[in-house]
Structures are given as C-alpha cells and as structure tokens.
C-alpha cells in the first residue's frame, strides 16, 4: 500500500504543520512509513503552498508522486495551481468559501474556516481540514492523528485543536450518513 497525498493553500493557513500532523500520525503513532516534502510560493505568506506526504506500508524507496491519490485544499489559487495531476478516483477534501471553482465533480466540502469560526479561532480551519480529510480518505487510524494532535501544538491550544479535529470528523461522518 501506498498513499500520494498532497495538501495545499496559501502560506499562513497551517499547511506545513498539516503535513507534518499526517506524517507524524502515520510513521511516530502508527506502524507506517511516512516522508513529507513542502514548498511555498516565492512570497510565503498569501502565496501557494503544499506539503506532500507519502504513507506507505513498506519502505519507501521513491519520494515523488506520480499521481496525488488524496489531495486536502484550502485555497483556489493552490487548486488550480496544483491539481493538474489527480488520478480519476482521487479523494479531494475542499473548503467550498475558500475554493469556490473545482472541476472535480466528487470533490467532498468542508467549510472548515466557518467551523473554525464557529470553534472561536479561525487559525484551526487546518486542523478541522486534517480531521475531514483523513476521515474522507482513511489515511491513518483516528488515535494515531489524535495522538499526532496533541503531540505536535502548544498544550494551552490541545483542547481547541482536538475540538477542531472531532468537527472535521464528525462533519466527513455527517455527510457520509446522509
């Protein structure tokens, strides 16, 4: 099993440390092989930005990605920069007040900056996005992303970004019931 997972945005929404969670979640609390590689735009900050992160069950012996299988997006400007090379079964997690305009008819939404709102911060929309997308795309076992949470943000903002997590969760489950 190999996963090509790719997130992306614009620089400042949590990308980087999006990445770094998934990676975290697969290879440190779970029993996979994970590598993750960025890269922002010439301006960072506002600019498109993306972390691919590959899980796999075995080592991993190349790091690009062929095709993105799971892509979690939270700007319109990386999605249309960056989706050029989904496969036709891809799972895409989108923010729909973020990302607007997708050709991809299956693509699941995610309104992860009002949920964040909502959460009273809206520095979480990532987090709320990792939580839906990984439950859109089973990336790694829920404890394993639970335990990356907590390990990996400053313990007085653990029960905010775990709260975030469960929101995007349970919003990926809601729509699955439906």
């Known amino acids: 099993m190999r996963k090509n997972i790719r997130l992306c945005g614009s620089g400042g929404q949590g990308i980087m440390t999006a990445g770094y969670i998934l990676g975290k979640a697969a290879s440190v609390f779970h029993d996979y092989e994970a590598i993750q590689a960025q890269s922002y735009g010439p301006e960072a900050r506002g600019g498109a930005a993306r972390s ?18 799971y892509m979690m997006v939270m700007s319109q400007a990386a999605f249309d920069k960056y989706s050029n090379d989904l496969s036709d079964d891809a799972v895409v997690v989108i923010d729909p007040d973020t990302v607007p305009y997708v050709d991809y008819e299956e693509a ?23 939580g839906a997308f990984n439950e859109a795309a089973g990336l790694v076992p829920e404890k394993a992303l639970e335990e990356s949470v907590k390990d990996t943000v400053p313990p ?21 019931e439906e």
């Open 108 to 130: 699941i939404k995610v309104p992860a900056k009002n949920i964040a709102e909502e959460l009273g911060n809206t520095i979480v929309a990532n987090i709320v996005m990792i």
């Open 156 to 176: 007085r903002f653990v029960d905010l970004n775990m709260r975030a997590l469960k929101r995007g969760i349970d919003h990926v489950r809601n729509i699955s």
């Open 52 to 69: 691919e992160v590959i899980i796999s069950d075995r080592e991993i012996g190349y790091s690009g990605l062929p095709e993105t299988q």
